[in-house]
């Protein structure tokens, strides 16, 4: 992997890069907000890690900027906010993963695997449930005409959805796919539900996707009775 680290203390960040860079990855530092978005619109990164709190711009802001240039490039966001509220804005501003200091250096590397994993290409095909469209080629979602802006997590999450609809999917598949062996807790997938409900159904009246208590989550057709 090429790797964009973006941490303003720098011994934090010599010791992530030590830790990775032994495991045979290349690193990229920016010790600021500015210069992380500097370098994440110029360069070609597989993921970027991008702490929360940094100088003259942080990182909600910096991942919010990097999504409207149209970068889908891979982001986790590094933290001491472990509240569910901060998840929420971090992932609503586009980060695909979320990591709480302190944390272990052997975790951050599995999440970073598992992120650049889900860059393979799809195959070109789309998948469809009433006026949702899923274009598997473009990575383009859409509901009545009307694009959805997803992140790759929360893509992840309707592919997985669609391909089981109406079913239920269950919260253990959906951890499954998004992060393989090594999940986060259970508020990490609330919050990523919680972003992938305002995208699709905020704007409409009539929503798609439902929580079944107890089971996990599916996605229906409201026109059908």
Known sequence: MRLLLVED?????????DYLGAAGHEVAFAYDGAAGL?????????VIVLDRMLPQLDGV?????????????????LTALDT???????????ADDYLVKPFELAELLL???????????????????????????TLQASRAGKALALN??????????????????SRAELKQAL???????????????HALRVALD??????????VHGAGYRLVDPSEP
């Open 84 to 94: 569910l509220p901060d998840k929420i804005a971090g992932f609503g501003a586009g």
């Open 202 to 211: 905020r704007s409409f009246g009539q929503p798609m996707l439902r929580t």
């Open 111 to 137: 999440r970073l695997e598992a992120l650049t994993r889900r860059g393979n290409p799809l195959p070109a095909r789309q998948l469809h449930l009433g006026t949702l469209v899923y274009d598997l080629q």
């Open 61 to 77: 802001e910096l991942c919010w900027r990097l999504r409207r240039t149209g970068k889908t490039v891979p982001v986790l966001m």
């Open 179 to 193: 992060w393989g062996d090594a999940p986060p807790g259970d508020e990490v997938l609330r919050a990523h539900m």
């Open 38 to 46: 500097h370098r994440a619109e110029r360069e070609p990164f597989d």
């Open 152 to 169: 790759p997590t929360l893509r992840i999450i309707l592919e997985v959805l669609l391909r089981q609809a109406p079913d239920v999917v």
């Open 9 to 17: 203390h720098r011994d934090i960040a010599a010791n992530i890069g």
